[in-house]
Structures are given as structure tokens and as C-alpha cells.
T-cell receptor, first 115, second 114 residues
Framework: AQSVTQLDSHVSVSEGTPVLLRCNYSSSYSPSLFWYVQHPNKGLQLLLKYTSAATLVKGINGFEAEFKKSETSFHLTKPSAHMSDAAEYFCVVSDRDFGNEKLTFGTGTRLTIIP | DTGVSQNPRHKITKRGQNVTFRCDPISEHNRLYWYRQTLGQGPEFLTYFQNEAQLEKSRLLSDRFSAERPKGSFSTLEIQRTEQGDSAMYLC????????????FGDGTRLSIL
């Protein structure tokens, strides 16, 4: 069975400082990993995806994530937070060997940006 | 690319009533997915279609829930005899088939049961 654990339910950072959102995964097979962002009362937007081509993945809006197999981690980072980054972030895993039909979501990390 | 469209955005109904939601996927996408998201939680997979065929259903999808995609384009999700516990955001997503195809989500339908 596959699962993800988002280690922080809430992260607060000051505008202009780095962002780190932590995620650990568990998967029996070769995983695909994603980060999605959800703004209030909106659907989910794909930030980035890992599919084994490169361990450092760059996404939209300056976000990136690094896949570390030895640590079973896929943490999301951004060098400098912007007010518009305030949202809920979800780490997501699917079993690539069985296709990406069924996504398993973490419980989310709410990111607050302090002006 | 007009994105995934869901209607209605909000639905308020009394317990015991039936409700139906509609999802229009991105036009070239042959896969369509339904998820449910309760307050403070991540979305949970309900079911998915490849073209008009429903290929997998979660155990979360009780007998009161039914989903269809009759012509392989739009899909409907019906809940019969709604219960308080059905209150949630219902999200639809679509994708191309094949490896590493990301799912694109609509803005969801928020269901409130009085």
C-alpha cells in the first residue's frame, strides 16, 4: 500500500524567507510523487511531479522538490516566500508501475505568509 | 484548454434527498476521476473512468453513490438518500492515459446536507 505523511500541518514564514514543506512517502513499487496546491474554495493545481527522470524537480512559481530514496522523502522548497503562496499544499503519491490512476494524498500543510 | 468544469459549485439539500453533480473534463482527456474531500483532509479517491468504462471504485463509494460517463465525455456523480456524512467537497479530475500523465482538477462541488 502507498501512503504519504506530511510532517507539518501548519507552517508560517515571513515574506521573502525560504519555505520548507516536508513529506515522507511509503510505496511498495516505483512511486510517482506530486505536489499540489489548493487555494481557498478552489480545486487543486499541480506544482510539480517526480517520475524518476531527475531527483531535483522544478515546478511552477519558483517551487522545487528533491526526491531522496534513502530517506523516502520528497520535501518542497522555495527560496523566497511571496504573499500569494499562502494556501494548502498536498503531497501526493501514486504507484507508477500500476499507472497513475489512483492518487493518495497527504493530509495537507497550510502555509501562512507573514507580511 | 478550458480546464475541468464542475457544476454546480455549491449544493445545499436536506437529508434524504438525491443530488447529482456534473463534471466536464478537458476535451482530449480520456480518463476522468472523482474524489471526495472533507474539511481539513486531503482528497480521497472514489472512482475513475477510462472513456466510458468505470475501471475502479473505492470502498468509500457506497451503494448510494453512482457515477456514469455514458459517452466518454462528461460524467455525473449521483448520491441517493443523502446523509449528514456526505457533506464534503466533491472534486473531479481528468488526464490523458499513459504513464506520468498528471491529473487536472476542477474547482469542485461543495455539498452541504441540512
Amino acid at each position: 500500500a502507498q501512503s504519504v505523511t506530511q510532517l507539518d500541518s501548519h507552517v508560517s514564514v515571513s515574506e521573502g524567507t525560504p519555505v520548507l514543506l516536508r513529506c515522507n512517502y511509503s510505496s511498495s513499487y516505483s512511486p510517482s510523487l506530486f505536489w499540489y496546491v489548493q487555494h481557498p474554495n478552489k480545486g487543486l493545481q499541480l506544482l510539480l511531479k517526480y517520475t524518476s527522470a531527475a531527483t531535483l524537480v522544478k515546478g511552477i512559481n519558483g517551487f522545487e522538490a528533491e526526491f531522496k530514496k534513502s530517506e523516502t522523502s520528497f520535501h518542497l522548497t522555495k527560496p523566497s516566500a511571496h504573499m500569494s503562496d499562502a494556501a494548502e499544499y498536498f503531497c501526493v503519491v501514486s504507484d507508477r508501475d500500476f499507472g497513475n490512476e489512483k492518487l493518495t494524498f497527504g493530509t495537507g500543510t497550510r502555509l501562512t505568509i507573514i507580511p | 484548454d478550458t480546464g475541468v468544469s464542475q457544476n454546480p459549485r455549491h449544493k445545499i439539500t436536506k437529508r434524504g434527498q438525491n443530488v447529482t453533480f456534473r463534471c466536464d473534463p478537458i476535451s482530449e482527456h480520456n480518463r476522468l476521476y472523482w474524489y471526495r474531500q472533507t474539511l481539513g483532509q486531503g482528497p480521497e479517491f472514489l472512482t475513475y473512468f477510462q472513456n466510458e468504462a468505470q475501471l475502479e471504485k473505492s470502498r468509500l463509494l457506497s451503494d448510494r453513490f453512482s457515477a456514469e460517463r455514458p459517452k466518454g465525455s462528461f460524467s455525473t456523480l449521483e448520491i441517493q438518500r443523502t446523509e449528514q456524512g456526505d457533506s464534503a467537497m466533491y472534486l473531479c479530475a481528468s488526464s490523458l492515459s499513459g504513464y506520468n500523465q498528471p491529473q487536472h482538477f476542477g474547482d469542485g462541488t461543495r455539498l452541504s446536507i441540512l
